[in-house]
C-alpha cells in the first residue's frame, strides 16, 4: 500500500514537472503576460516559439533565477546565457544535455552581457562543445578586465571613489573584503570570440535574428530581435518589473551610464514593434514593449526632477537614496545603491544642473544649480 502511494506520488510529481505552461494572458501594469507573470518552467524548458525554448535557472540571492534560451536548429543548439559558474548550475546544464537537448552538439553560446549570472558558464560550454562564444567587444573586453582583478588587492581609487561617495570606514571594510567576487562566479573565459555588433544579422538554423545593442546596464548589452518570430531575447536591457541595475562603478567615476541607458532605450521605443513578444533574463515573457520603455524611462526622468529639487540644500550622496529608492538601503545593497545613486547625479553634473564639491572630510557634497533648469529633451 505504501509503496503504491509512494509510487502514484512519483508519478504526479513528474507529471507536475513536465507540465505544459497554459496561456492565460494575464495583465498586469499595463504588460499582458502570455503564461501568467509567475509561472515559469521547471525541470523542463518550454516552448515560447518555434524552436525557441525557455529554461530557467535557480541561483542564489534575491534574484533567485536566470531565463535562459535554447535555440534549436537541425544541426543542434545555440545557448543564449549561462548561468553561475556553480556545481548546481553545471549539474541543471547536465541534466539538459542528456534528456531535453537529446546530447546533440551545442554550436555556439551567446552572452548578452558581461555580468557573472549570463557569462558564468560561457568559457566552460564552449570549451565543453568546442564551440565558438559570441559576444559584444565592449562586454568581453570589460569581462576580461573583470576577471584579471580577482584575487588582487583593491585598488587606491576604488577605495578614494567610495570614500567621496560617502562610504563609512566600515562599509568601506566590507567593500574590501568582497572585492573580486566576479571571477568567483565565473569560469575563465575563452580566449577568442566572434564579435557581435549592432545590426549586425545572425543567421542561426533558418531565422535571422538581428543584433540590437543597448547601454547603460552595462556596456554594450546585446538584445536578439527576430523578426520572423516576433520577439526579441532581451536580456537584461529590458526586463518587465524590475529596473535594471544602471551604475557608475570605480573603473570611470565620472562616467554617465544613465545618459547611455535613456538614450539606447530611448532608440529602442523608436524601433521595436509594439506587438513583440519580450523575453527577459529575469521574471517571466511579456508583450507590451513599448508601454514597458516608457515606464522605465519615465522613472528615471522622475527620479532625476525629484534628485534636483532635493538638492536645493548641499547633500551627501547617501542622502539621496530617499530620492531613488522606496525602502531603507541595507548593508548588502549599499554599493549597488551607491553606484546607482552616482550615475542619477553624475547625469545632472555632466548637463550642468548639478554641483560638486569635495568637503573637508574629503566626500562630495551635491548641490543644484538654481539658475539652471531640469530639461531633459533628448530622452525621448
Ligand atoms: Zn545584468
Known amino acids: 500500500m505504501d509503496k503504491c502511494r509512494r509510487g502514484a506520488i512519483t508519478f504526479d510529481l513528474v507529471q507536475s514537472r513536465r507540465r505544459k505552461l497554459e496561456r492565460v494572458d494575464e495583465k498586469y501594469r499595463g504588460l499582458t503576460y502570455p503564461w501568467g507573470r509567475l509561472h515559469h518552467p521547471e525541470e523542463e524548458p518550454f516552448e515560447v516559439a518555434s524552436g525557441v525554448w525557455w529554461a530557467r535557472f535557480s541561483m542564489p540571492g534575491a534574484l533567485n533565477h536566470i531565463n535562459l534560451w535554447l535555440l534549436e536548429d537541425e544541426d543542434g543548439w545555440t545557448i543564449v546565457d549561462t548561468c553561475l559558474n556553480l556545481d548546481s548550475s553545471r549539474d541543471r546544464w547536465e541534466y539538459l544535455f542528456e534528456g531535453f537537448m537529446k546530447n546533440m552538439p551545442v554550436q555556439r ?20 562543445f568546442n564551440c565558438d562564444l559570441y559576444m559584444t567587444q565592449a562586454e568581453f573586453l570589460t569581462s576580461t578586465l573583470m576577471m584579471s582583478y580577482t584575487g588582487e588587492n583593491v585598488p587606491a581609487a576604488a577605495i578614494q571613489f567610495y570614500h567621496r561617495a560617502g562610504f563609512s570606514a566600515e562599509q568601506l571594510e566590507n567593500y574590501q573584503k568582497r572585492f573580486g567576487g566576479f571571477g568567483r562566479f565565473t569560469a575563465p573565459l575563452p580566449h577568442n570570440y566572434q564579435r557581435l555588433s549592432d545590426r549586425q544579422t545572425l543567421a542561426i538554423g533558418n531565422r535571422y535574428w538581428q543584433v540590437v545593442v543597448g547601454q547603460g546596464h552595462s556596456p554594450e548589452h546585446a538584445c536578439l530581435y527576430c523578426p520572423a518570430l516576433q520577439l526579441v531575447i532581451a536580456g537584461d536591457q529590458i526586463l ?5 541595475n544602471v551604475s557608475v562603478f570605480p573603473t570611470e567615476p565620472d562616467g554617465n551610464p ?3 541607458w535613456l538614450t539606447s532605450n530611448a532608440r529602442l521605443l523608436n524601433m521595436l514593434p509594439d506587438d513583440l513578444l519580450v523575453l527577459p533574463a529575469h521574471q517571466a515573457p511579456f508583450r507590451g514593449v513599448r508601454v514597458r520603455l516608457n515606464q522605465i524611462i519615465d522613472s528615471h526622468r522622475m527620479a532625476l526632477a525629484k534628485l534636483y529639487d532635493f538638492l536645493e540644500e548641499p547633500r551627501l550622496l547617501p542622502d ?9 538601503i541595507g548593508e548588502n545593497e549599499i554599493q549597488m545603491a551607491t553606484g546607482e545613486t552616482v550615475a542619477h547625479l553624475n547625469y545632472l553634473w555632466h548637463r550642468g544642473n548639478v554641483y560638486r564639491e569635495i568637503n573637508t572630510r574629503g566626500q562630495y557634497e551635491y548641490r543644484s544649480d538654481p539658475e539652471a533648469h531640469y530639461i531633459d529633451i533628448d530622452a525621448k
Open 320 to 328: 539621496c537614496f530617499q530620492c531613488l529608492f522606496k525602502r531603507e
Open 240 to 244: 518587465p518589473r524590475i529596473t535594471p
Open 109 to 128: 553560446v551567446i552572452c548578452t552581457h558581461m555580468h557573472p549570472d549570463h557569462i558564468g558558464l560561457a568559457g566552460w560550454l564552449c570549451d565543453r
Open 258 to 260: 544613465l545618459e547611455g
